[in-house]
């Protein structure tokens, strides 16, 4: 039964739904189950006021209902039935609308996308293809020639590297039960084909590079941007694929660097210097004049050693706790190796703790930090237009330099570069070549 009205329900959704678009334009930001649901809803709550006649019905209905069953309903219960019914039979006809909607032809320009739309391992993304988008007054249209494949890309796809604490919120977010964004991506870098009326800093043909601060919309061909959003042009000192790589690293170590107020001549120990942020880390920390001590394993020793790090510790090999040496601040961007309560005994009294891969405990003891004398810099990155400029500078300068991986796939091959990425064969930022 219910079965049925689910799908005689969702027959009247598909077929009246152009048609409320037309009359009420801002309804195709909606699910339409959605809208005919509280459509429903709001007639049963304001029956009283709007549908004086809905009362007698009801009592007619409820009078039949105990004069067949011999007894009298609790009150209300004819209502609350109703309501079942109507959420029920949206729910039940949520999956068949939305199939039927995929099927349809994509009217207008199309384009290659990697999609995923379940949460898990790498291999639920699958290739697909997508309208065009186009351009707005205040956008630039980017013909997308290399992205990367980050650590925000693998916790939207199956919350890999999300910080302790912190995974109920993601799926608030993020979605509870299903990814609410199928085209996900944080990083982009590739030529300008079309801008809109009121971008002047860019023109056609220019190369630019990237973020993308929601994570949506770089694997793909294409991808409008804000001109006022994180994008600059490229420098023409790297490469397309160099340019995506150092993107997601550079600007979290920046943005926590610059919160925690670090400067020169400060010592800090960064632990997981061979990952993306690690690494761009320590070109950083050395760049601003500080001290730096890395803390990577054994096969990418001489890889940061030659990032300038000043001391590179192998922790397979040594025990940093052991050690006895302090710092003045300590930068952990590894999920599993422990919080504050870990790496405290590290800092100097007056020490700064910066935890990029902090989760819910670390956002909540900055107070606690202080009664120490400590200083605790957590929560989550911002991307800025600003922060972007920084790092094309420092390319241009030379003292960042992009880690890529020297294998690189193709976007046909994402499942791949995402297993490859969290691998410890893993040599640098793994690039995902579009074009």
């Known amino acids: 039964m219910l079965k049925k009205l689910a799908d005689r329900f969702g027959q009247s959704l598909l077929k009246r ?7 009420f334009p801002f309804l195709k930001h909606f699910h ?13 709550t304001m029956r009283f006021v709007i549908f004086p006649s809905f009362v007698l019905l009801e009592r007619y209905v409820r009078t039949s209902i105990e004069e067949a069953l011999g007894y009298t309903l609790v009150p209300y219960s004819v209502e609350v039935a109703f309501v079942v019914l109507v959420v029920a039979t949206i729910f039940t006809a949520r999956k068949k609308i939305r199939r039927h909607l995929k099927a349809q032809p994509i009217k207008g320009e199309t384009m290659q996308a990697m999609i995923y739309e379940t949460y898990g391992e790498p291999e639920v993304f699958h290739a697909t293809l997508l309208k ?15 992205t990367a494949v980050t650590t925000g890309d693998i916790n939207m796809r199956g919350f890999v590297y999300v910080p302790h604490g912190l995974k109920w919120i993601a799926r608030v977010m993020l979605g509870f039960k299903r990814p609410k964004k199928e085209l996900i991506g944080h990083v982009f870098s590739g030529v300008v084909e079309a801008v809109g009326a009121g971008v002047k800093a860019f023109k056609v043909g220019d190369e630019v590079f990237g973020m993308e601060s929601s994570g949506t919309g770089t694997y793909a061909h294409y991808k409008t941007i804000a001109h006022d959003k994180p994008v600059v042009l490229k420098p023409a000192t790297v490469t397309h694929e160099e340019a995506a790589s150092v993107l997601f690293g550079a600007m979290t170590a920046l943005h926590f660097f610059q919160k925690a107020k670090l400067s020169a001549g400060q010592s800090v120990l960064i632990n997981g210097a061979s990952g993306s942020v690690g690494s761009a ?3 950083i920390a050395k760049a601003w004049g500080m001290y730096v001590t890395a803390v990577c394993s054994t096969s990418h020793i001489d890889g940061v050693r030659n990032l300038g790090a000043d001391e590179v510790i192998d922790y397979t090999q040594t025990d940093i706790h052991q050690e006895g040496k302090t710092y003045d601040v300590v930068l952990n961007t590894v999920v599993a190796q422990g919080d504050f309560d870990s790496f405290h005994t590290l800092l100097k009294p007056k020490g700064t703790y910066i935890a990029i891969a902090g989760g819910l ?9 202080v009664l120490r004398g400590q200083k605790i810099v957590a929560g989550p990155s911002a991307e800025t237009k600003e922060l972007l ?7 241009i300068e030379g003292s960042l330099v992009p880690v890529v991986d020297p294998q690189v796939f193709p976007l046909e091959a994402l499942a791949q ?8 064969a893993r040599r640098g930022t793994v690039v995902v070549r579009v074009a």
């Open 17 to 23: 739904r152009r048609r409320f678009q037309k009359i």
């Open 32 to 44: 339409p189950a959605y809208i005919f649901g509280f459509i429903l809803l709001f007639i049963m």
């Open 132 to 146: 065009k988008p186009k351009q707005g007054r205040d956008e630039l249209l980017v013909k997308i020639v290399a």
């Open 281 to 283: 880390a320590v070109q």
């Open 361 to 369: 405990k670390d956002m909540l003891r900055p107070l606690w930090g």
């Open 389 to 395: 400029e920084q790092i094309a500078s420092m390319l």
């Open 417 to 424: 570069a995402h297993r490859h990425a969290q691998s410890k």
